[in-house]
């Protein structure tokens, strides 16, 4: 039964600014480091949710990816921090949160410096494509390189279409025009192939041990009226009807390569 570990954060350690929602280096029980995301930012736990399922989806389909736990924070935690727009960000906090363990030592990914095999790349295209992940550009590769090896960070972009509502069926049929973008897409030339190897892993069985990771509080929303039951089923639907149209975004990507090479 697939399952995430569960931590309470001991200390904040730095906030990490690069990153829009303010995620932040700290220490769990554990004594390791995580890179805490919060459930209090402006855009609230769909940017986990995002998180939790690209990485795991990643996981799934044998890429390398930060473990990822739920993270415990108290209500006093941060009591002591001067920053007041950090003290606020841990106050709304509160509760269950998302970390992903701290490569230390890694480097960003720099596509000048290091090319990434064809299969990997499609791979990445293809997953990328697949969560409509709009955040792997070589302005921001969200990829890095640790004991070198390729690790894929920052899926919170990823699953846009619950920022706008619950329609999912249209989102699960877009072709996803933003794939031009990818930093990876001149090396994914085995786009056909990887995507019928990768169904052969994402089935219905492994997607919804995926959703059913979300945690009831994270399902809560305001501008939704549905039952933490039924968005899960919202994200279960949509990634099946995805699998079934995927004919429609390796169309898209192939027609991007064909401008790029």
């Known amino acids: 039964m697939l399952g995430l570990r569960k931590v309470t954060i001991t200390r904040y350690i730095t906030p990490l600014r690069e990153g829009g ?3 932040a280096l700290a220490e ?17 736990p769909k940017v986990l949710i995002a998180e939790l399922l690209g990485g795991e989806i990643a996981r799934a389909i044998s890429l390398k990816v930060p473990e ?51 299969e990997l790349a499609s791979q990445i295209v293809w997953l990328d494509a697949f969560i409509t992940n709009v955040d792997r550009t ?22 846009y279409f619950h920022h706008g509502g619950t329609d999912w069926e249209a989102a699960s049929k877009t072709p996803f025009a933003t794939i031009k973008t990818h930093v990876l897409l001149p090396q994914a030339s085995l786009l056909t192939q990887v995507d019928a190897e990768i169904k052969q892993v994402l089935t219905p069985e492994k997607l919804t041990e995926i959703v059913n990771l979300i945690p ?11 039952s933490p039951d039924e968005l899960r089923a919202m994200y279960l639907n949509f990634f099946l009807a ?8 390796i169309n898209e990507a192939q027609h991007a390569r064909e401008t790029l090479i």
């Open 138 to 159: 070589f302005r921001n590769t969200n990829m890095l390189l640790w004991n070198r090896e390729l690790w894929l960070i920052d899926h919170g972009a990823c699953l």
């Open 21 to 23: 929602s303010l995620p």
């Open 216 to 226: 009831n509080e994270w399902l809560v929303w305001s501008d939704s009226d549905k």
């Open 28 to 44: 769990g029980d554990d004594d390791f480091k995580y890179v805490l995301k919060f459930n209090g930012t402006g855009h609230g």
């Open 68 to 118: 990822l736990v739920f993270a415990d924070l108290h209500e006093a935690f941060g009591q002591t921090e001067a920053d007041e727009e950090i003290q606020d960000l841990l106050k709304a906090s509160k509760g269950l949160n998302l970390a992903l363990h701290f490569l230390s030592g890694a480097i960003n990914f720099d596509p000048v410096v290091k090319t990434i095999e064809a």
């Open 242 to 249: 995805r699998l079934n149209n995927t004919e429609l975004f």
